[in-house]
């Protein structure tokens, strides 16, 4: 599975981005996907996962109520919609699958995110 994330960029504090990650190969449905970011300094974090039917998703307690994940199995593409953004929301995010519900076995380059305050 080859991943490439897309859709960061700068915004002001209380912003929104979304991010995508388009997968290829067939098995895209089978997997569980997740996003991740690290910050300067700092280590990769987990920020979110869904399921591979998308009827499970998973967050980090920093984002939950701010950030949405969700998939389209038919288009092979995660998203992350993110809500009310945060100074400290900023990062390179990176995108994964794999089988485990936080998944890592798959990874995407990176999308920065930079959020002004």
């Known amino acids: 599975v080859q991943l490439q994330a897309s859709g960061g960029g700068s915004v002001q504090a209380g912003g929104s981005l979304k991010l995508s990650c388009a997968a290829s190969?067939?098995?895209?449905?089978?997997?569980?996907m997740g996003w991740f970011r690290q910050a300067p300094g700092k280590e990769r974090e987990f920020v979110a996962s869904?399921?591979?039917?998308?009827?499970?998703?998973y967050y980090t307690d920093s984002v939950k109520g701010r950030f949405t994940a969700s998939r389209d199995n038919a288009k092979n593409t995660v998203y992350l919609q993110m809500n009310s953004l945060k100074p400290e929301d900023t990062a390179v995010y990176y995108c994964?699958?794999?089988?485990?519900?936080?998944?890592?076995?798959?990874w995407g380059q990176g999308t920065l995110v930079t959020v002004s305050s």
């Open positions: 190969g067939r098995t895209f449905s089978s997997y569980a």
């Open positions: 994964a699958a794999g089988i485990a519900a936080i998944p890592g076995d798959y």
């Open positions: 869904i399921s591979w039917s998308g009827g499970s998703t």
